[in-house]
């Protein structure tokens, strides 16, 4: 297995993997697939920035040189958040489950946090029913912190989500 940051030219890949995510999990994701495959390459092109000073990245984790699995880190850019980040988009294929890969997309994840200056905290969602996944969070310092009642709808029912956060700066506690 090979964790790295994804640059626009695995925009296709990345593409593919988060669409098969969104109509296999759809009570993991907030957006849909049918809000996100009409999108244009050019939109998921967008979200792999090389720009050093891009304010979202995505770690994907190869297996055999294929795409297996992604993971995002959103920055803040707004002054008073900018020591918070987010971890998103966690997908792994169903076909590479249970070899490490989510909890190497994790650590890349907060490896990198924890190597941007004035980073303090990093935060996500988590669907509520997903233990598998608080399991892995929590192993990995997450903590959580609330859960949201009634997050998102999935066709006539709802789904809560449980908000969780690591501390990755110096003075985190």
Same mark, same amino acid.
């Given at each position: 297995?090979?964790?790295?940051?994804?640059?626009?030219?695995?925009?296709?890949?990345?593409?593919?993997?988060?669409?098969?995510?969104?109509?296999?999990? =759809?009570?993991?994701?907030?957006?849909?697939?049918? !809000?996100? !495959?009409?999108?244009?390459?050019?939109?998921?092109?967008?979200?792999?920035?090389?720009?050093?000073?891009?304010?979202?990245?995505?770690?994907?984790?190869? =297996?055999?040189?294929?795409?297996?699995?992604?993971?995002?880190? #959103?920055?803040?850019?707004?002054?008073?958040?900018?020591? #918070?980040?987010?971890?998103?988009?966690?997908?792994?294929?169903?076909?590479?489950?249970?070899?490490?890969?989510?909890?190497?997309?994790?650590?890349?994840?907060?490896?990198?946090?924890?190597?941007?200056?004035?980073?303090? *905290?990093?935060?996500?969602?988590?669907?509520?029913?997903?233990?598998?996944?608080?399991?892995?969070?929590?192993?990995?310092?997450?903590?959580?912190?609330?859960?949201?009642?009634?997050? =998102?709808?999935?066709?006539?029912?709802? =789904?809560?989500? *449980?908000?969780?956060?690591?501390?990755?700066?110096?003075?985190?506690?």
């Amino acid at each position: 297995m090979n964790i790295q940051r994804l640059t626009p030219a695995h925009a296709a890949e990345y593409r593919a993997v988060m669409l098969q995510g969104y109509a296999q999990e =759809v009570d993991t994701f907030i957006g849909t697939v049918h !809000e996100r !495959e009409p999108l244009p390459l050019e939109w998921w092109t967008s979200r792999l920035s090389e720009d050093p000073d891009a304010t979202a990245m995505v770690f994907g984790a190869f =297996v055999d040189a294929r795409l297996a699995g992604v993971a995002g880190l #959103k920055l803040e850019s707004r002054e008073r958040i900018r020591h #918070k980040s987010s971890l998103f988009g966690m997908f792994v294929l169903p076909e590479a489950r249970g070899r490490g890969i989510a909890r190497a997309l994790v650590e890349a994840v907060l490896e990198q946090a924890r190597a941007t200056p004035g980073m303090r *905290v990093v935060q996500l969602t988590v669907t509520e029913s997903n233990a598998p996944a608080i399991r892995l969070y929590e192993s990995c310092g997450f903590r959580p912190f609330g859960t949201e009642p009634f997050a =998102v709808r999935v066709g006539e029912r709802f =789904v809560s989500l *449980v908000h969780m956060w690591c501390a990755v700066g110096q003075d985190g506690a």
